[in-house]
């Protein structure tokens, strides 16, 4: 026999190595019992079954893929279970699967993991939580808030901006505090746009027991607000009956605290804000309990109260009311009007007395500044300018306004020169053929 025949080289394989049989009935030798020959028997072996069996489950085997580097797949298809790797978040510099972080041991069990009990579950829920601001922090940012409102006047500003600070409901109260205490040091037109803020916020953003609890603070510091601001049991008082008029506060809150007070700044500002809402209309008039601002106002009405500052005075020769009711028409542009009806007084009356009322007045409003150097030289002017009017219903207008010229240079007003200069009438020392010069 050939000994490279085809028999041969059969029969000398199925006595080194055991035989295969294929699904034909073929017999299939095997050089060599390894890992090829294995795989073999495993697929001739299922391969069989699936065709024997009709009524058997096929089994769905999951076909190898090429391997890759990159391949999130289990490199041991056929022996693996088919799911990716760590649950498809594998691979090289992953952190894994998003929440595997929160177990304690750094061990996520899964779903399919036979350890995996189901009871063990806790619901996680993830609040948004916000580290508390400050009493300094909220004193600041309102406190800013306030003054920029004041310069703009933009109330849907404020809200937005307070909605984004995200206050504590109990912290909210000190918007009011912030607010009127900065109100308290500016003038009447930023007081009105304080009170209108308050109104405002009280449907937009704060709650009436907020603004509640804010004036019983304001009552409670009254003694330290007088520090800076005298008048700050009146001013409170104001802001009080306002916001009753605007429905910030209910009107009992002044009854409920007049039954039992022992600080008398306490006691005034409530006062005060009692007499306002009793007056007939109280309600109607309290819109404009801070006045209208004065550069709005018309000229006739700030005439008319300067006039009527004076005659108030020569009554009652109160120099600080005076003085107030001055600061609070908010013109100190227009002060050179008090200067000249005070001199024109004087014309008109010719009493000793009224002048040396009225020099008295302006000496100490020109020692507190509220009437300014400037304002005095525009008032004596305007009273030069007009003599020859004035003359027409007071003949001794000159003799009058040189008497005053000297009593006002003596309390250190205006010099003499100024009136020696500006006060010579035209019909005493200027005759009509001299062509308008000036006699020694």
């Given at each position: 026999m050939d000994p490279y025949s085809k028999e041969h080289i059969s029969n000398f394989l199925s006595v080194v190595s055991p035989s295969v049989v294929d699904p034909d009935g073929n017999d299939l030798p095997l050089q060599k019992e390894g890992k090829s020959a294995k795989k073999l028997k495993k697929n001739v072996r299922i391969a069989s079954i699936e065709e024997n069996d009709d009524n058997a489950n096929k089994v769905n085997i999951p076909k190898r893929l090429p391997y890759s580097k990159n391949s999130r797949k289990s490199r041991n298809g056929l022996h693996g279970r088919g799911f990716p790797k760590k649950g498809g978040a594998g691979g090289k510099h992953t952190w894994g699967v998003p929440g595997s972080e929160i177990d304690a041991n750094n061990e996520q069990i899964k779903f399919r993991d036979p350890n995996y009990d189901s009871g063990s579950d806790e619901?996680?829920?993830?609040?948004?939580?916000?580290?508390?601001?400050?009493?300094?922090?909220?004193?600041?940012?309102?406190?800013?808030?306030?003054?920029?409102?004041?310069?703009?006047?933009?109330?849907?500003?404020?809200?937005?901006?307070?909605?984004?600070?995200?206050?504590?409901?109990?912290?909210?109260?000190?918007?009011?505090?912030?607010?009127?205490?900065?109100?308290?040091?500016?003038?009447?037109?930023?007081?009105?746009?304080?009170?209108?803020?308050?109104?405002?916020?009280?449907?937009?953003?704060?709650?009436?027991?907020?603004?509640?609890?804010?004036?019983?603070?304001?009552?409670?510091?009254?003694?330290?607000?007088?520090?800076?601001?005298?008048?700050?049991?009146?001013?409170?008082?104001?802001?009080?009956?306002?916001?009753?008029?605007?429905?910030?506060?209910?009107?009992?809150?002044?009854?409920?605290?007049?039954?039992?007070?022992?600080?008398?700044?306490?006691?005034?500002?409530?006062?005060?804000?009692?007499?306002?809402?009793?007056?007939?209309?109280?309600?109607?008039?309290?819109?404009?309990?801070?006045?209208?601002?004065?550069?709005?106002?018309?000229?006739?009405?700030?005439?008319?109260?300067?006039?009527?500052?004076?005659?108030?005075?020569?009554?009652?020769?109160?120099?600080?009311?005076?003085?107030?009711?001055?600061?609070?028409?908010?013109?100190?542009?227009?002060?050179?009007?008090?200067?000249?009806?005070?001199?024109?007084?004087?014309?008109?009356?010719?009493?000793?007395?009224?002048?040396?009322?009225?020099?008295?007045?302006?000496?100490?409003?020109?020692?507190?500044?509220?009437i300014t150097p400037h304002n005095l030289s525009n008032g004596c002017k305007r009273i030069f300018d007009d003599l020859p009017e004035i003359c027409i219903d007071c003949p001794g207008a000159y003799s009058s306004l040189q008497l005053i010229g000297t009593k006002m240079t003596a309390a250190g007003l205006e010099s003499n020169d100024f009136f020696e200069d500006s006060g010579r009438g035209r019909k005493r020392f200027v005759s009509e053929g001299d062509g308008g010069l000036l006699k020694n």
């Open positions: 619901q996680i829920e993830f609040a948004e939580v916000a580290p508390e601001i400050s009493l300094e922090e909220i004193e600041k940012s309102v406190g800013d808030l306030v003054k920029e409102y004041i310069d703009n006047g933009d109330i849907d500003e404020v809200v937005d901006v307070l909605v984004e600070m995200k206050l504590h409901p109990k912290h909210r109260h000190l918007i009011t505090v912030i607010a009127v205490s900065i109100g308290m040091e500016r003038h009447e037109p930023q007081r009105e746009m304080i009170s209108c803020l308050i109104s405002d916020l009280v449907y937009l953003y704060l709650t009436q027991s907020n603004v509640i609890d804010g004036f019983k603070e304001l009552l409670s510091n009254l003694n330290d607000l007088v520090l800076d601001t005298p008048e700050a049991p009146q001013l409170l008082g104001k802001y009080i009956a306002r916001a009753v008029a605007d429905d910030a506060l209910p009107p009992r809150f002044v009854q409920g605290y007049q039954a039992s007070i022992e600080c008398p700044y306490i006691r005034d500002a409530l006062k005060k804000a009692d007499i306002l809402l009793s007056l007939p209309h109280g309600i109607v008039r309290l819109d404009n309990v801070w006045g209208v601002g004065g550069g709005i106002r018309p000229v006739k009405y700030l005439i008319d109260r300067v006039m009527m500052l004076l005659k108030e005075y020569l009554s009652s020769s109160d120099v600080n009311e005076a003085t107030q009711c001055l600061k609070e028409l908010d013109v100190p542009h227009f002060h050179h009007e008090l200067v000249y009806e005070a001199l024109l007084t004087i014309i008109e009356d010719g009493s000793n007395d009224v002048m040396d009322k009225i020099i008295f007045l302006l000496k100490q409003m020109s020692a507190t500044n509220v």
